[in-house]
Structure formats: structure tokens, C-alpha cells
Nanobody, 116 residues
């Protein structure tokens, strides 16, 4: 059974940091490109950051460049999103995605709220 389990979300003040984790199981993790997406209330889901496989090249939403970093630990089958200098507009449910060709999987999401 394929599973993507996100964790690490929560409430943080503006300027603070969080690290999201996504633990994968049920598929060959190293074969899949991984990404983080987010969806705020009333808005469409958007790609925040991605890391390709093979190669490990990364890409970011313009508004998070320089603040967020995506990384993966293949030995742990886990992808991370380090989020620094958080802003209220980063508030959303964050989802992990695994993709390889026409195959794709989603996690259940973790809530990130940035508020004072």
C-alpha cells in the first residue's frame, strides 16, 4: 500500500520556521520526483517546491525562493521542506506529492498557520 505521511505542521509566528516531513512507503522512493504543494482556503492548490529524480534538481515557487528548501533522504524514504522567515500568506494545508510518469500519489496534508 502506497503511503505518504506528512508531519511537522503547526502554528508559528511571522518570521518563524518549521520543517515539514513526508515519509513515503509502498513504492521505490528513489525513482520518484517529490514535491510539496499547498492550498489556502478559497484558492487553488499550487506547487511550492520540487526535487527531481534522478538528478535531484530543485525548483521553487517565486514567493518562497530564498526562504524554503526542499531536500530528500533516500535512506529514510523521506522528503523535507524547511520553511524559514514564514509569512501569514504562507498559511495553507501543505501536501506531499510523489510522481513518476503517469503515476502520482498524494499525502493527506498538514496544516501550517502563520499568525501572531
Amino acid at each position: 500500500e502506497v503511503q505518504l505521511v506528512e508531519s511537522g505542521g503547526g502554528l508559528v509566528q511571522p518570521g518563524g520556521s518549521l520543517r515539514l516531513s513526508c515519509a513515503a512507503s509502498g513504492f521505490t522512493f528513489s525513482w520518484y520526483s517529490m514535491s510539496w504543494h499547498r492550498q489556502a482556503p478559497g484558492k487553488e492548490r499550487e506547487l511550492v517546491a520540487g526535487i527531481s529524480s534522478p538528478g535531484g534538481s530543485t525548483n521553487y515557487l517565486d514567493s518562497v525562493k530564498g526562504r524554503f528548501t526542499i531536500s530528500r533522504d533516500i535512506a529514510k524514504n523521506t522528503v523535507y521542506l524547511q520553511m524559514n522567515s514564514l509569512k501569514p500568506e504562507d498559511t495553507a494545508v501543505y501536501y506531499c506529492n510523489a510522481r513518476r510518469g503517469s503515476y502520482g500519489y498524494w499525502g493527506q496534508g498538514t496544516q501550517v498557520t502563520v499568525s501572531s
